[in-house]
């Protein structure tokens, strides 16, 4: 019995973890949870004398300094605003328009049209769920409508609005570059090249399958569209100046050096305004709606911080990061890249439980600095942009959390949005060739580091 007790009080750490992830499956909102388990455990370590009352002191000075006093998670509430008020805007429609024309005599046009809005939608809101829905109650109607097969209409729906995860501004990245102590400049110049190559992975399938397979994918009429030169030079400078101004307004600005992440966000607020009042939505409804949306949002994402924050600290000064370790050797995982591939595919299997910010906050400070201190040249050139390099790794794999079910958001965030004839397995049949191609995405990325570390490096975020 003795034995079992000391055990116990040995192995409180990897109990805690066990512990969350019970009580998660179970229902409960996950900023509680975090929270609940790091102080239900902090007391049980008390009784086990391996974690001291006095310490309970440094939670509140912790999380106040970390997420409150945070200068960089001022951006966070400022893009969560854009991206809804742009949901609103009307820009979204006008856009598909367009690109539903220009692509009409590529076969699986309306389904790359769809993905290319998702990406330069993804460059200037950052938010998934907004995203989603937004590609589902404009795109999906006209999909059907069109004859296209049910599962390549949601599959491309959902992976072209789960990008926003991925490219800058991304709201991701910016907590990553918090939790990481990078420069979030540096991540959204990293993550660029990936965000695009994911994007023309998506394009290169939807192409070939439609070629394959004409009957799932029918094109649009050829004279469908404006009649003369003039008519589509309008529609094209009507439909693709909104959001270039946008993107200008937001990542130009950042790579500029003109401003901050966060003095970028403000911009991009004001200049999504600016889009919504030159559409014709701007109005006192409209402002109501967006400020109470923006602030749910924000409150999730804030309260989710503070629990993972109190749960991070008492994990850690449990001895969680000795456990992790141990583990890793007990597993004979003991070389670098045995255990960076040991990471990519634990993030991969949590995402299909969990949400990528639950993800980071918990797999990130425990297994960055292990790998860290791991000499990963000569396959980086330096091995100082190591963290660089996994911190983008890990955030392309995280792009399949949103999609794998069980608990994939896009799917929720879909299903809510679809009509009755639209099934979960219509759903689910529908990722399955997407994740796959996301898997191929990072296989690259892991491979040819340059496609992550190239621009930073050239834009002299690395020097």
């Known amino acids: 019995m003795e034995d079992i007790w000391y055990w116990i009080g040995d192995h409180l750490a990897l109990l805690m973890f066990a512990a969350l992830t019970v009580v998660m499956f179970i229902g409960f909102p996950v900023a509680f949870v975090l929270g609940g388990v790091g102080l239900m455990f902090g007391f049980v370590g008390i009784l086990f004398e391996v974690f001291q009352p006095v310490q309970f002191f440094n939670i509140v000075p912790r999380i106040w300094g970390q997420a409150v006093q945070n200068q960089v998670l001022i951006a966070v509430p400022m893009f969560v605003f854009m991206g809804t008020v742009l949901e609103r805007s009307g820009v979204a429609d006008e856009l598909l328009r367009a690109l539903q024309v220009l692509t009409r005599r590529i076969p699986g046009g309306l389904a790359m049209s769809v993905t290319i809005m998702g990406t330069i939608m993804a460059a200037t809101t950052g938010i998934v769920g907004a995203s989603v829905i937004m590609l589902t109650l404009i795109a999906l109607p006209t999909m059907l409508e069109r004859g296209y097969s049910k599962e390549l209409s ?117 200049g999504a305004l600016v889009l919504a009042a030159w559409n014709g939505r701007l109005n006192r409804a409209m402002i109501r709606e967006v400020i109470e949306s923006a602030g749910l949002t924000n409150a999730l994402v804030f309260f989710i911080i503070f ?139 892991v491979i040819f580091p340059e496609i992550v570390l190239w621009m930073p490096r050239h834009f002299g975020f690395l020097d």
């Open 307 to 445: 629990g993972a924050t109190l749960f991070s600290y008492v994990f850690r000064a449990l001895g969680g990061d000795d456990l992790v370790a141990e583990l890793l050797r007990t597993l004979g995982i003991d070389s670098g890249w045995e255990i960076l591939v040991f990471v990519m595919a634990l993030v991969f299997v949590m995402g299909f439980f969990f949400d990528w910010l639950e993800i980071c906050l918990i797999v990130l400070p425990i297994f960055a600095p292990i790998l860290k201190a791991i000499d990963f040249t000569p396959h980086l050139a330096e091995n100082r942009d190591f963290l660089l390099w996994f911190v983008i790794l890990v955030s392309v794999n995280l792009q399949s959390a949103f999609l794998t079910p069980p608990f994939g958001f896009a799917l929720f965030y879909m299903k809510g949005t679809v009509p009755p004839s639209i099934t979960m397995g219509h759903i689910y049949r529908g990722i399955i060739p997407f994740v796959a191609l996301q898997m191929g995405a990072l296989a690259l990325c």
């Open 154 to 270: 949601v599959g491309t729906i959902a992976s072209a609005g789960t990008l926003g995860i991925l490219i800058p501004p991304s709201i991701m990245l910016v907590i990553i570059g918090d939790l990481m102590t990078i420069s979030v400049g540096t991540l959204f110049t990293a993550a660029i090249m990936p965000g695009v190559l994911m994007s023309l992975v998506y394009l290169g399938y939807i192409l070939i399958y439609s070629t394959l397979n004409p009957r799932a994918a029918p094109p649009l009429a050829a004279d469908a569209g404006p009649r003369n030169t003039g008519e589509m030079l309008r529609l094209v400078f009507r439909s693709f100046l909104p959001p270039a101004f946008l993107i200008l307004v937001v990542l130009g600005s950042i790579f500029g050096g003109f401003a901050t992440p966060t003095e970028a966000g403000g911009a991009g607020c004001a």
